[in-house]
């Protein structure tokens, strides 16, 4: 999650009494040196689920915004004008508000997130609204700093202030665009999961209907990306989900399907098996004999295959979800 901070912009001039850039930089100085602090803060919970890893950085930010905050507060109006010491205190407190309860209750939600695909989705929304509060109060700041230059003859030269507003700004947009890209990667990588949960307690019945499900939503994935733009010309977040969908897809029309085949000839095993020694050796027919050798050959069979498979899917999902990974951390790395 990326936020606008307003800070102290270098300054030239022509003419305005030294008063006046001394009682800006006296408003904005205390913004400024948390700069960097939320920055940093914001770039490490930016992608997957990072708050909790710097859940004593969030606790030493707000400390520092209600200390810059008491520090505001005792400021003067400058000539009858309080609106840039005001918009000041707001941003503060709206920053103070945004670490302390919206990033409180996304801590909360991180840590159950991956449960469901609609958690996830409220995770990622949650996030993205504590940046759109944090931005709008950088905004208006911003516009009372401008405001309050333009009344007192000060000439604003944005140069490093401006060059990382931007930055930041595009970095808000980064995010929007992962977390749209994220949500597709996210729903079918829960779906193969669901797949493998049945699969472990072998039901069958749960396995095809989740099997159907990963093929539906590992298609939809392709069509969505397929209508995605690359983000300021780099595709790596595409490239990457459509690799993972390919992957879930062909999981779902071949890997799953052969590993079903096995549970299902070890079931018609287990019954063969049941039927063939429940019979007395001497009244074993030819016919129960030769069903219960078939359906051992078979299951056999399917044990190869199926461990065949499994070693293989296995591989190929660890390359597939490291790709993912790097691919992010590339995007994030040049974007953000």
Known sequence: MLCALSCAMFLAFTSYSQSSVEYMNSVLEPIAELKKETWNYMKAVTKGKGARKVEGKRMELIMGLKNAKREVAKISDYKGDDNLRTEAEEYLGMSITVLEEDFGKILDMEDIAEQSYDLMEAYLLAKEKANDKLQAAGDELDAAQRT?????????????????????????????????????????????????????????????????????????????????EAFDGDKTLIAACKEAMEFYLDEAENTFPAMLNFYLAKDNFDKAKETFEATKKKDRTQKVVDKYNNAGKKYNEAVGEFNKVNESSNDERGDTLKNWNKSVDKFFSNHA
Not at 155 to 169: C, M, R, Y
Not at 171 to 181: F, Q, S, V
Not at 185 to 202: G, L, P
């Open 148 to 228: 309050f230059a333009d009344a007192n003859d000060i000439t604003l030269v944005e140069a490093e202030s401006d060059k990382t507003s931007e930055k930041i700004k595009k970095a808000g947009k980064a995010l929007r665009y992962y977390n749209e890209i994220y949500l597709i990667f996210f729903k079918v990588y829960k779906q193969e999961a669901y797949v493998i949960d049945a699969q472990n307690r072998q039901d069958v019945m749960a396995m095809e209907q989740n099997i159907n499900t990963l093929k539906a939503d590992a298609e939809a994935g392709l069509e969505k990306l397929a209508a995605l």
